[in-house]
């Protein structure tokens, strides 16, 4: 593992970790919210074997600072694009989990000839994607830290973090109908993100498909990640359809 820091335009810096062998082919992983690159090292022992992988502390989040008064899809999108450009990388595979599966889609969108492939865990466009449950613990949780952020850095940080979760992605259907990459779309049996709303997605992405993990949940990449990346590895070695369960 390479460590490297990047700093960008506003003055933000932006850390990630590469594995692998240059030579092959590109991997992004894009972690989800409050987390950091560090959520995928159990997973990255089967992806390295394949790809040229990079792993994100996106901004505001593990290592990376965050220069602006929020984190915005926007930004992150611009971030991951510095250092495709910073690496010489022409286009790549992207896999995201949760928050990281929404700015990899945002990302596919500003940018679609630069993505080969994606798998998408439990994605969502809006609130309307996920079972209330989810905002009921969010909005009480971005209440909390605003209260303590004067007070504590950590609250501070994580309060900036929660928002990204109320924060539109403002995707339409033209902006997924542009995208042409492959892309696997995955939830868990009892996920948060609901079924019909990666149906939807499914069915406006060229080309898109889904799988669903048995007995699993909303953190299935955290409570067996090896279950999840041997299922998803195909789709990524191939860019096209997963093995059937």
Known sequence: MVTKTMVMPDGTK????????????????LHGNGSSARYFR??????????????????????????????QFDDVVADIDMIRQKE???CFGL????DGANIAMKYATIHPTRVKKMVLNAPNLSKRGVYKILWWVDSLAQYLTRLLAPFN?????????????????????RDLERVQAPTLLVIGQFDLVKKRHIERIAAILPHAEIMIIPRHSHFVTYTNPK?????VLPFLRQGGRHEKI
């Open 14 to 29: 932006i850390v990630y970790d590469e594995y692998g062998d240059r030579q092959q082919e590109t991997l992004f992983l």
């Open 95 to 98: 896999l995201g989990y949760s």
């Open 153 to 173: 850095h950590y609250a501070m940080r994580r309060n900036k973090q929660l928002h990204v979760m109320s924060e539109p992605l403002n995707i339409s259907r």
């Open 227 to 231: 279950k999840f990346s041997t299922m």
């Open 88 to 90: 010489a990388i022409s």
């Open 42 to 71: 159990p997973q990255i022992v089967y992806y390295e074997q394949y790809f040229h992988v990079i792993a994100i502390d996106t901004r505001g989040h593990g290592r990376s600072s965050n220069s602006k008064r929020r984190i």
